[in-house]
């Protein structure tokens, strides 16, 4: 009998043991020192893009063409962590919500948005079905809303300005920039130059960001010249599966960020990219 409380009693100190150590962890790694973290995930010819506000705020713009996203959130988040606040669809094409479908099923979500136009894939239709199911709160978004993300981090919607129903699914994608302190980052899901012309007419100064996640994959209907000397950022991220049949990123885009000496990363051969804000400057993470 005295052994066997002897070993109740080490079991029990090593469990509390453990315990404290667990939550020491949990508080060591909510220690984001001002930190804002960008992370353009490599899920092959795809988008999705996760972003980490300084104060834990967590939110996920596209999720990819298929599970993948899942495997790479894993390595972002702590095992703890099964909560994630927002998704953004920028577009209902499966390259850029698919991998949603299983963020879905083994996370907690806050909100789901996106800019209303129509998908006609079977997966969208589980995507929906899903949404439903969870009773995640979801809705449409349009130009002037602000995503308050928390110690001082915001996401402004820049496009659609308008019902995108009837539009196409590229023509209709969000266009959004993130803002912390003197940083930004402009993301512009599958957008085309006759968009970002518009944008460029309506208000072209609000387009300057520090960092721009090219449209579309690199593709050569958008990233036109008018829309770089507007958003004259210093770093562009192309997001793209390595020798895709697409031939994304076309030259033609890498002859634009050229000349403008825009230095340019993209995932198809740098993989995942994951960049820090300090709200003074943005730095990649080696």
């Known amino acids: 009998m005295h052994r066997a409380r002897k070993w109740a009693?080490?079991?029990?100190?090593?469990?509390?043991?453990?315990?404290?150590?667990?939550?020491?962890?949990?508080?060591?790694?909510?220690?984001?020192?001002?930190?804002?973290t960008v992370a353009f995930f490599d899920v092959g010819q795809g988008d999705a893009i996760f972003i980490e506000s300084p104060t834990g705020s967590q939110i996920l713009i596209d999720g990819g063409p298929d599970r993948s996203v899942v495997r790479v959130l894993g390595r972002m988040m702590p095992f703890y962590d099964r909560t994630i606040d927002m998704l953004v669809v920028t577009n209902p094409d499966k390259d850029h919500f698919a991998g949603f479908l299983d963020v879905l099923r083994l996370y907690k979500v806050g909100a789901v948005i996106e800019p209303g136009t129509r998908g006609a894939s079977a997966e969208y239709a589980v995507l929906g079905a899903l949404v439903k199911e969870t009773g995640v709160s979801h809705s449409l978004v349009r130009r002037g809303e602000i995503i308050d993300l928390g110690g001082g981090a915001a996401l402004e919607i820049f496009f659609p300005?308008?019902?995108?129903?009837?539009?196409?699914?590229?023509?209709?994608?969000?266009?959004?920039?993130?803002?912390?302190?003197?940083?930004?980052?402009?993301?512009?899901?599958?957008?085309?130059?006759?968009?970002?012309?518009?944008?460029?007419?309506?208000?072209?100064?609000?387009?300057?960001?520090?960092?721009?996640?090219?449209a579309h994959h690199g593709s050569r209907t958008s990233t036109g010249v008018a829309f770089l000397g507007y958003a004259a950022p210093a770093r562009a991220v192309i997001s793209a599966g390595a020798d895709n049949r697409y031939g994304h990123p076309h030259p033609e885009v890498f002859n634009h960020l050229k000349q403008f000496g825009i230095e340019t990363l993209c995932t198809c051969t740098e993989g995942t990219i994951i960049m820090e804000s300090d709200g003074s400057r943005v730095r990649v993470r080696k």
């Open 161 to 214: 300005d308008r019902v995108v129903a009837g539009v196409g699914t590229n023509e209709g994608s969000i266009v959004a920039k993130l803002t912390y302190g003197d940083t930004s980052f402009l993301f512009t899901g599958d957008t085309t130059e006759p968009v970002e012309n518009y944008l460029a007419g309506l208000d072209g100064a609000r387009l300057k960001a520090d960092v721009l996640k090219v």
């Open 9 to 36: 009693h080490w079991w029990i100190v090593g469990v509390l043991l453990v315990g404290t150590l667990v939550i020491w962890y949990a508080v060591c790694a909510e220690d984001r020192g001002g930190i804002l």
